[in-house]
């Protein structure tokens, strides 16, 4: 695993970001359906980090 350098304010938005995905949002940018959900697994694997290291945003 890989670690990455995020400045709060990027860490807060990627959280919202996170949290407002949802299948239809990134279906449009998948090739297709097992890709759409493989991109939102890899956003809720975000979503659960950023919430761990207090970006949890309600």
Not at 4 to 11: K, L, S
Not at 30 to 57: C, K
Request: charged share 40%; with cysteine; proline share 2%.
């Amino acid at each position: 695993m890989s670690k990455i350098t995020i400045d709060h304010d990027t860490c807060r938005t990627l959280a919202q970001f996170c949290k407002r995905s949802n299948l239809d949002r990134v279906r449009e940018f998948s090739e297709d359906e097992e890709e759409a959900w493989r991109m939102l697994e890899a956003l809720r694997a975000l979503r659960s980090e950023l919430g761990r290291i207090g970006y949890n945003p309600r």
